[in-house]
């Protein structure tokens, strides 16, 4: 199975970027990344999916390397709503429709 | 307004009683999902469904049941629940398994 590889925990002030980074070095060739996020008490809410060129959508943006073994999402502007954990999640390919999340990482926001 | 609903959002029962979580989802979706979260180990798959009748497993079935009857529902099944499945459970769905998906509320499941 493709996995991701994730910080446990990340800490940002309130109103600048966050860079949120994951590895996933056997991705193959036509898996798609997502990226998912957890509020507290909440259920998990899609952010953004991309295969191969960079994705902007009105939560984040989808930065994806370009031999795709990472990708980073981009908050522009943090604010303390977006404390939460994010997951980077790969679908695995054709034919397996299994969805895998790893961990995560836990997004702090300092006022 | 669009959704995925589960019942019951709590529920404290004992080993072996048996139990069924229901999820229901109004948007018309193919691809449904059952997931647990437990504390370190983030969110596991129990069972997926393409469509009506079709169901497979994800990567933690051992102990569940699930059925697609219908489009809209997708019942989670526990025919003796035992204490290592305490857990919170959401329920997914999404348009096809390629797309986003929509969570539900979650489940807070304790077996004594």
């Known amino acids: 199975d493709a996995k991701t590889t994730q910080p446990n925990s990340m800490e940002s002030n309130e109103e600048e970027p966050v860079h949120l980074p994951c590895n996933h070095s056997?991705?193959?060739?036509?898996?798609?990344i997502h990226w998912y996020r957890q509020l507290p008490s909440q259920g998990p809410e899609y952010v953004i999916h991309?295969?191969?060129s960079n994705v902007n959508n009105r939560m984040a943006s989808l930065a994806i390397a370009e031999d795709r073994k990472s990708s980073t999402l981009i908050l522009h502007r943090a604010t303390l709503r977006d404390a939460a954990v994010y997951y980077c999640i790969l679908r695995e390919g054709f034919g397996n429709e299994k969805l895998t999340f790893g961990t995560g990482t836990r997004l702090t926001i300092i006022p | 307004e669009a959704q995925v609903t589960q019942n019951p959002r709590y529920l404290i029962t004992v080993t072996g009683k048996k139990l069924t979580v229901t999820c229901s989802q109004n948007m018309n979706h193919e691809y449904m999902s059952w997931y647990r979260q437990d504390p370190g180990l983030g969110l596991r798959q129990i069972y997926y469904s393409m469509n009506v009748e079709v169901t497979d497993k994800g990567d933690v079935p051992e102990g569940y049941k699930v059925s697609r009857k219908e489009k809209r529902n997708f019942p989670l099944i526990l025919e003796s629940p035992s204490p290592n499945q305490t857990s919170l459970y959401f329920c997914?769905?999404?348009?096809?398994?390629?797309?986003?998906?929509?969570f539900g509320p979650g489940t807070r499941l304790t077996v004594l």
């Open positions: 991309g295969l191969t």
């Open positions: 997914a769905s999404s348009l096809a398994v390629y797309n986003e998906q929509f």
């Open positions: 056997t991705i193959s060739g036509t898996d798609y």
